[in-house]
């Protein structure tokens, strides 16, 4: 293959791969209701979502209730999800202010710490969450994405994927009680 076909070759590649990138979270800078983390995130809230396979097949649905509250500055999100086959879990999130809109969030079943970005309407962060899997677990790396659409809800997009492959989606509704 000649060089030029080569470069050709690369830069429709990079081209590609350029429109497949994420919207960045500045996107929605101007975007309202403004989303304050510590706002949203307090008191009661519930949860309604579906699970795709990588497919797009919806998998599992589920409901959830947070409780959510902040003490000195750190948040905490107390997840129960009940799954339509009555699998029950808990993930319990805590977050900590970094500076205005960034947190660092952790939980235990979510690898080393996750950069939290708030900005306008928007919540994004990624993380790799340690999910079970046949007799074990597995890794996946979520792109989460939050977005305030009244002062009571929120639209939750989270993407799933391993090495680079898309491997599901959940898709969820959060609503103040």
């Not at 791969?17 to 209701?33: D, M, Q």
């Not at 790799?128 to 009244?150: E, K």
Request: aromatic residues 10%; glycine residues 10%.
């Amino acid at each position: 293959m000649k060089a030029t076909s080569v470069a050709w070759v690369c830069a429709a590649l990079l081209i590609m791969l350029n429109g497949c990138s994420a919207v960045p979270i500045e996107e929605y800078a101007e975007n309202s209701p403004a989303l304050v983390a510590e706002t949203f995130f307090s008191g009661e809230l519930i949860a309604s979502g579906i699970v795709k396979d990588r497919s797009g097949r919806v998998i599992r649905y589920f409901n959830a209730t947070i409780d959510a509250s902040w003490e000195g500055g750190v948040g905490t999100l107390d997840e129960q999800f009940v799954f339509d086959d009555g699998e029950e879990q808990t993930r319990v999130w805590t977050l900590e202010r970094t500076a205005a809109g960034a947190y660092i969030a952790t939980a235990g079943d979510v690898i080393g710490e996750s950069q939290m970005k708030v900005l306008g309407n928007s919540l994004f962060m990624q993380y790799v969450l340690r999910i079970p899997y046949g007799d074990g677990t597995i890794d996946v790396n979520v792109d989460d994405r939050m977005y305030l659409v009244s002062d009571t809800v929120l639209l939750n997009e989270s993407v799933m994927s391993k090495w680079g492959f898309h491997v599901g989606q959940i898709t969820l509704v959060i609503q103040k009680k």
